[in-house]
């Protein structure tokens, strides 16, 4: 058979087919699961021969596309940064990266009446909210890595 057949692709096709192969090779050439029998000539392999696509993406070619996105689609931040810079950063997000003693003092000094009180909470609040923000960006973080482990493993 002399044409020219990405193996991979070819024998992605066929397995998706629920046909139990070894392998190919680039000139079409399809191998039982003994490794030895040829069997490109069988009906339902030569179909899918026949209707071989060279610009057929394998799964592992989409699932490969799909982690570069994401990596593209990163806070500039988490795509740039050290470990050292984004500890700093996300330390830095949250409530200015106060202390608990200053916390403690900052509440113990300031929060006199209901007024300050309110004040006090909502600047709480807000670091609360700046902490699921940066909960959510970590969980993304994770599932980037997981799915690139699980690409290039």
């Known amino acids: 058979m002399a044409i020219d057949i990405n193996p991979i692709i070819l024998t992605e096709q066929i397995l998706n087919a ?4 070894s392998g190919c090779d680039s000139g079409g050439n399809v191998f039982d699961v003994d490794g030895v029998t040829q069997i490109q000539t069988r009906p339902d392999v030569a179909a899918i021969i026949a209707a071989y696509d060279p610009n057929y993406k394998t ?32 330390n830095n997000q949250i409530w200015g990266g106060v202390t608990i003693a ?5 509440i113990d000094t300031t929060v006199i009446d209901l007024p ?38």
């Open 18 to 21: 629920r046909i139990n192969i």
């Open 116 to 153: 300050t009180a309110r004040t006090a909470l909502k600047q709480i609040a807000a670091a609360i909210i700046d902490m699921r923000s940066l909960f959510i960006l970590t969980s993304q973080l994770l599932i980037c890595i997981r799915d690139l482990v699980i690409r290039y493993r």
């Open 102 to 106: 200053q916390a403690n003092s900052y």
């Open 59 to 90: 799964q592992a070619q989409i699932d490969q596309t799909a982690a570069v996105t994401n990596y593209k689609t990163m806070p500039a931040w988490a795509a740039t940064m050290n470990m050292t810079d984004a500890a700093a950063y996300i």
